[in-house]
Nanobody
């Protein structure tokens, strides 16, 4: 069974950058689309980005577009989320998720929570001065 582990979270000042990594094990990541979500305390989990299985297609929610970049390296079985120009509003637990059944849907939309079969445990990002 596919397992996902996020890493790279931490405390960063406004305007700073962090790079989150999603490492997969138990199965090859090649045929899975990867999604990134975040959840702030007391708020619903929010979809923010996705990347198709091949890495050709990506999508972003408006609030992070132009600041965040999703990528993947199937040879390393990882997917990354580069976060630049971070704002306090970006403070949340960040999750990666994998979707096998709809591995190419990222081309046209951001898949929802229930579109993903596998989830990581999350990594905390705090943006504060």
């Amino acid at each position: 069974q596919l397992q996902l582990v996020e890493s790279g979270g931490g405390l960063v000042q406004p305007g700073g950058s962090l790079r989150l990594s999603c490492a997969a094990s138990g199965s090859a990541l090649d045929y899975y689309a990867i999604g990134w979500f975040r959840q702030a305390p007391g708020k619903e989990r929010e979809k923010i980005s996705c990347i198709s299985a091949s890495g050709i297609y990506t999508n972003y929610v408006d609030s992070v577009r132009g600041r965040f970049t999703v990528s993947r390296d199937n040879a390393k079985n990882t997917a990354d989320l580069q976060m630049n120009s971070l704002e306090p509003e970006d403070t949340a637990i960040y999750y990666c998720a994998a979707d096998l059944s709809g591995s190419s849907r990222c081309r046209r939309l951001l898949p929802d929570i229930d579109d993903y079969e596998y989830w990581g445990q999350g990594t905390r990002v705090t943006v504060s001065s």
